[in-house]
């Protein structure tokens, strides 16, 4: 579970300073989907990098299950993002020099596993989302949907208990964006995830069951009614 | 996944590698090739030295030089009478000086071979011997005017000598006379017959006849040099007259480098009676017990037999002038400043753009942190693939060295030595023919090949160097990685 407490974050550019959050509280409990929506530079992102402890509040506190992630050590945060959390990038971020098996295996690499299983479980993620024939094509080689899933593999592959989404569609057309959202619902209900996902898009904001509007720094929550992305 | 990774992103990323590459292999050529240059002058300069020395010798023994004594010049002199009745008679005379007209005693050497340190010593008796032939004709005196008178006799050596004699007003003239000779100036060593390990002999290698036995120790017996025979026409079984002594050539000696300049070798106590130098030696061979010794042995006899002037190869070699010197000059300032500052160079470029790699990489390597990886495995990976890049650079720069070293040693640039005392001791310039006639100072002039042998030494140096280069170049970009925190990789997309 995630517990936010006064979360600010102020960034410093030369003798100016903005406050890209203030003061947020917030709760996930776990197996949550919330979506996070807002403007641009109304701070959801910075709010998602505080979430995935890819970044520290000035203020404030975030836990995940009890640790504080604004004041464990840098290798303790480290360790904590390789065996928790999983994320997944709006331009997908994969290594261009590694195929799609060994981009998915990178997530293996910190946790120790032996390069035959992370073969095997790099294979057995990317068959999960669809990706089974196309392990050894390069990123180059890949649209962008099957790009995106190989991102997904990538973040789903280790197990994680939180899956963190920075605009996953955002660089997808629309019939790839419902796509790739039905597969991330499909995952989530499987693993029991706690999903949060960043997003502009309004159709996908208004499917969420949970809402988080960011404007300013400052967030609002929302509960609604979930539509699903699955095919009727 | 280190190693696909690598592989992976060398092969991305092929022009920038090759860029680096380039820059620490030409760093890393240039000091195999100065390396090997500087090598081969030393080994040019050894060669120049043993070629005084022969073979064996670790220091020479000479008498320090002194002034002249008054009367005595030092110089050849040489006396011919003109003949008065026209006469066009050849006449010859040798002069047969000892080496720099400085000698010690035999007991010197007995001396010198009791010191600490010192495995053998050997005296050598090193002459030059300057002859003159030719004929000389006397001026004759005419008067004019048609008086009688008694017609001077000229001076001797020809015209100018004025005439004496005779009442006339008028002054007579002298008329004709002169002289036509010749001058031939070689070298002759004294060796003793009874240990030609050492001394001047020891640097040669008789290729026809033989050398001197230990019984010929006062025999009229010659070996002459190779060049010497050629010029002279002489072969084994002919004679060789000096200053009137006639000697059986029993052998023909071909120096084991082309450097060396005696030209007959005699019996040590037929040198000495010919330079009516009895008991004397010029020079004495001394060969160490131990070869880290020699400053001690050089300190231990200067000190204890006085008189004396010790002259190590380290001396010498600092003797040697001349383009050899100058090549070695360049070779030992120029070559290694030049080299620290490409290498330096090609570090600094190798780190820049690593680093500008590395910063073009910020996505990928904030992903990774945001991954899980830590900072130290994310900057193992750029420091080894700087590592890779950088034996790639020295595999490629060892190839380009020894092909520089090649390329030198195919076209054995002659270069020149000229070995000379330095003024005030009688020092190596006294060696075996070193010296010109008389007090003069002495210099030699020799043709040296270079060149530039590759030791492994340097091989393994640019090892070194090349995966310094790609270490410095991997600090740098392993520093910038390890300093990017994860969320850049959300930024750089936001």
Redesign the interface.
């Known amino acids: 579970m995630y517990r936010l407490t006064g979360v600010t974050k102020r960034y410093t550019r030369g003798k100016e300073t903005v406050e890209a959050l203030r003061g947020v509280d917030l709760t996930i409990e776990d197996g949550d989907q919330l979506v996070i929506q807002g403007p641009t530079g109304g701070g959801k992102s910075t709010l998602l990098q505080m979430i995935g402890g890819l970044d520290r509040p000035t203020e404030g506190s975030v836990e995940l299950d009890g640790v504080d992630l604004a004041r464990i050590g840098e290798a303790r945060l480290t360790r904590l993002r390789a065996e928790k959390i999983g994320i997944i990038f709006q331009s997908f971020n994969l290594i261009p020099t590694l195929t799609a098996q060994e981009n998915v295996e990178t997530a293996l690499v910190p946790l120790g596993v032996r390069p035959a299983e992370r073969r095997e479980r790099a294979a057995e993620a990317l068959r999960s989302v669809g990706l089974g024939e196309r392990l050894t094509h390069a990123p180059s080689e890949l649209s962008g949907g099957q790009q995106q899933r190989v991102a997904i593999a990538r973040a789903l592959v280790k197990k994680p208990k939180v899956l963190l989404a920075d605009e996953p569609t955002g660089n997808l057309d629309e019939s790839m964006r419902d796509e790739i959202m039905a597969l991330l619902e499909g995952l989530w209900h499987e693993y029991g995830l706690t999903f949060i996902m960043v997003t502009h898009d309004s159709s996908i904001a208004r499917r969420a069951p949970r809402l988080a509007t960011i404007k300013a720094g400052r967030i609002t929550l929302t509960e609604q009614q979930p539509q699903s992305y699955a095919p009727h | 996944?280190f190693g696909?990774?690598l592989k992976?992103?060398l092969?991305?990323r092929k022009k920038a590698a090759l860029v680096i590459a380039l820059g620490l292999a030409l760093g890393i050529a240039l000091v195999i090739t100065v390396n090997s240059v500087s090598a081969g002058m030393t080994q040019a300069q050894d060669k120049v030295l043993k070629s005084l020395y022969g073979l064996g010798t670790d220091m020479t023994v000479t008498k320090t030089r002194s002034a002249p004594t008054s009367g005595s010049s030092g110089r050849p002199n040489f006396q011919f009478d003109a003949s008065s009745n026209g006469s066009d008679k050849t006449q010859s005379s040798d002069r047969v000086m000892t080496q720099g007209g400085q000698a010690l005693a035999s007991s010197v050497v007995t001396k010198v071979a009791q010191q600490k340190g010192v495995a053998s010593a050997v005296g050598a008796l090193t002459l030059n011997v300057t002859k003159v032939d030719g004929s000389f004709t006397q001026g004759k005196a005419q008067s004019s005017g048609g008086n009688s008178g008694n017609s001077g006799s000229g001076g001797q050596g020809g015209p100018g000598g004025s005439g004496s004699g005779g009442n006339s007003t008028a002054a007579p003239q002298v008329q004709g006379g002169g002289a036509n000779f010749d001058v031939n100036s070689y070298s002759v060593a004294g060796v003793d017959v009874g240990d030609q390990t050492l001394g001047p002999l020891a640097g040669s290698k008789i290729t026809t006849g033989r050398t001197f036995t230990a019984a010929q120790s006062n025999a009229k017996v010659a070996v002459v040099s190779k060049s010497y025979a050629k010029e002279n026409s002489l072969k084994v079984g002919k004679t060789l007259t000096i200053s009137g002594t006639k000697y059986t050539v029993i052998g023909i000696a071909t120096p084991d480098s082309s450097e060396s300049t005696t030209d007959v070798y005699l019996p040590l106590k037929q040198a000495q009676t010919l330079a009516d130098a009895k008991n004397k030696v010029t020079t004495i061979y001394v060969k160490a017990s131990d070869s880290k010794q020699i400053d001690a042995v050089k300190s231990a006899i200067q000190k204890n037999i006085s008189g004396t002037t010790v002259t190590t190869s380290a001396d010498l070699a600092e003797t040697v002038s001349g383009s050899l010197s100058t090549a070695s000059n360049l070779a030992t300032s120029v070559g290694k400043w030049l080299s620290i500052a490409v290498l330096a160079a090609a570090f600094l470029v190798s780190a820049l753009l690593t680093s500008s790699a590395v910063s073009r990489r910020v996505?990928?390597f904030g992903?990774?942190?945001?991954?899980?990886?830590?900072?130290r495995?994310v900057t193992r990976q750029v420091v080894g693939e700087s590592v890779v890049n950088g034996l790639l650079g020295g595999a490629l720069g060892i190839g380009l060295g020894l092909a520089a070293a090649y390329a030198v040693t195919a076209i054995s640039p002659k270069l020149t030595a000229q070995l000379g005392n330095t003024g005030g001791g009688g020092g190596m310039g006294g060696g075996p023919g070193g010296g010109g006639p008389g007090g003069q100072a002495s210099q030699n002039t020799m043709e040296i090949a270079l060149s530039a042998p590759v030791s492994m030494t340097t091989i393994a140096l640019a090892v070194g160097l090349a995966v310094a280069g790609g270490l410095i170049a991997g600090a740098m970009g392993g520093w910038r990685a390890s300093r990017m925190?994860?969320?850049d990789?959300?930024?750089s997309?936001?």
């Open positions: 996944m696909i990774y992976r992103e092969g991305r996505r990928e992903t990774l942190k945001a991954l899980g990886w830590p900072s495995r925190r994860p969320a990789a959300l930024r997309v936001s």
